[in-house]
T-cell receptor, first 116, second 113 residues
């Protein structure tokens, strides 16, 4: 079934820990994105990728890093988590092949991260 | 720089009412416009996608229109239900933006039974 998956759904972690948020899509999309959303606030693009081995920083500066070694997989990593990283992280993909939304975006369910 | 504004910021209506949500954007050179729904603490669910060459799209009780020249889109919800309560987000993909979306801040809709 074509979809986009994010894990974990919720994560509470201590300051200084390294974390990786997973995002996978089964639609064969070449473009993938990470957005950050604070409660009640708008979405801000923090990373995007046009394909394998292609990654770019988004409009909002972030201490996180991403990689794109496989088309379907776009993980986000925080080397040393801080309370200021507490937020919701949303992954999305776009592109036609096998798509749900044509040229539009398809979003995952998000990861709600709390750093204590 | 593309800016997207959604009005109203919040709306509360009784069940059964028809309603309109508004979205405006400053740069009319868009590739498409997409309406999403977001439930509290959840991801985004795509509702409707309108390509720049289209004037409207319909899905069930939802109808979205696009007037590119005036920089406006509306989302019409017919016969609203309590299950429609959510935040509705408008996002535009500007031409030459490298596929990136610009989001509005959303309209928080509450439908009261």
């Amino acid at each position: 079934e074509a979809d986009i998956y994010q894990t974990p759904r919720y994560l509470v972690i201590g300051t200084g820990k390294k974390i990786t948020l997973e995002c996978s899509q089964t639609m064969g999309h070449d473009k993938m994105y990470w957005y950050q959303q604070d409660p009640g606030m708008e979405l801000h693009l923090i990373h995007y990728s046009y394909g394998v081995n292609s990654t770019e920083k988004g409009d909002l500066s972030s201490e996180s890093t991403v990689s794109r070694i496989r088309t379907e997989h776009f993980p986000l990593t925080l080397e040393s988590a801080r309370p200021s990283h507490t937020s919701q992280y949303l992954c999305a993909s776009s592109g036609i092949p096998g798509t749900i939304n044509g040229y539009g975006y398809t979003f995952g369910s998000g990861t709600r991260l709390t750093v204590v | 720089k593309q800016e997207v504004t959604q009005i109203p910021a919040a709306l509360s209506v009784p069940e059964g009412e028809n309603l309109v949500l508004n979205c405006s954007f400053t740069d009319s050179a868009i590739y498409n416009l997409q309406w999403f729904r977001q439930d509290p603490g959840k991801g985004l669910t795509s509702l409707l996608l309108i390509q720049s060459s289209q004037r409207e799209q319909t899905s069930g009780r939802l109808n979205a229109s696009l007037d590119k020249s005036s920089g406006r889109s509306t989302l019409y919800i017919a016969a609203s239900q309590p299950g429609d309560s959510a935040t509705y987000l408008c996002a535009v993909r500007r031409r030459g933006s490298n596929y990136k979306l610009t989001f509005g801040k959303g309209t928080l809709l509450t439908v009261n039974p």
